[in-house]
């Protein structure tokens, strides 16, 4: 079996109704994080680990997502002109990042089924998925979040992937694991509940949106019916794939923002401008003023 981990999906059908207006025309993956747009980040970090394709499960509008993985000849000859050959190489590099196949999700049945819809391009190879809206950021000298999963996977051939413990009333917001510990921040996950009530979640240990699968995930994703919210959940798919062939959970190193809502939007675009060579210390005067003066 190869277990090298090669694909990835990125679930982008979502019509990013949290950022409306913003998103009537543009995706959402396409909202700038600082200077890049956030699916950039996503992409990025699944280059650092090695993968070569990925998979976009994308719906209507979203074509500007496409448009920025290829050549703009416009720009490239523009910058080329100009002598702005720093730029251009940048520019230029994203394109060679990883090659991008798109896939369209026709109903809007749920992440379950957005990823079993990329099932003829992963066949049966195991792949990553990594969901948009959690931006998950590694120092240089770190491995990135699916990194980390992918050589996990690599040495025990379970699927893999991230948890993280939040406070007991934020458990509605995610898919919560019922696991046994195997380990130093390892787990062993029995069961998958998605968006439970605090009271009645299995613990506190959520899923925050970085998986890498064996290809028997699509198998049950095909048969799984629709669950929370009338939709097939991935979560249920997890259940299964845990009882046949086990799934393991584990916490990962990088810094995970949750740019799905206004508030993490926004405080990821600051911590990273904080970060920004160009714009941490202008950035850092200007918040101190704002401080004094609310
Ligand atoms: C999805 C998943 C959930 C996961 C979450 C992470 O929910 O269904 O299991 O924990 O992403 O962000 P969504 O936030 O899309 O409703």
Redesign the pocket.
């Known amino acids: 079996m190869n277990n090298k981990v090669k694909k990835a999906v990125i679930p982008a059908a979502?019509l990013g109704t949290r950022f409306l207006p913003a998103t009537k025309t543009i995706p959402k993956e396409m909202l700038p994080i600082v200077d890049k747009p956030s699916i950039l980040y996503i992409v990025e970090e699944c280059a650092r680990a090695g993968i070569e394709d990925v998979i976009l499960v994308a719906g209507r509008n979203k074509t500007a997502i496409e448009d920025f993985f290829d050549t703009s000849h416009e720009v490239e000859s523009v910058l080329e002109a100009q002598g702005k050959i720093d730029l251009l190489e940048h520019i230029c590099s994203i394109k060679n990042l990883v090659n991008i196949i798109s896939i369209r999700q026709k109903f809007a049945h749920?992440?379950g089924h957005a990823i079993a819809t990329a099932a003829p391009i992963t066949g049966s190879e195991p792949f990553a998925v990594l969901?948009g809206?959690?931006i998950m950021i590694s120092k240089d000298n770190q491995p990135s979040a699916i990194e980390e999963l992918c050589r996990a996977f690599e040495d025990t051939h379970i699927s893999t992937v991230a948890t993280m413990e939040v406070p007991k009333e934020d458990v509605s917001?995610?898919?919560?694991i019922d696991c046994e510990s195997i380990g130093v921040n390892k787990w062993s996950i029995k069961n998958?509940v998605?968006?439970p009530s605090p009271e009645s979640a299995p613990s506190q240990f959520?899923?925050?949106?970085r998986y890498v699968f064996t290809a028997s995930i699509m198998q049950e994703l095909k048969t799984t019916r629709p669950g929370?919210n009338g939709e097939v959940?991935?979560?249920d798919g997890m259940t299964a794939v845990a009882k046949k062939e086990g799934l393991h959970a584990m916490t990962v190193q990088a810094t995970r923002y949750?740019a799905?809502d206004k508030l993490g939007f926004l405080q990821a675009n600051i911590e990273l401008a904080l970060k920004h060579p160009e714009l941490k210390q202008p950035l850092t005067g200007y918040l101190k003023k704002l401080c004094e003066t609310f």
């Not at 917001?173 to 919560?176: D, E, I």
């Open positions: 979502g749920g992440l969901l809206d959690e917001k995610y898919g919560v998958v998605e968006k959520v899923l925050p949106g929370k959940q991935l979560t949750d799905g």
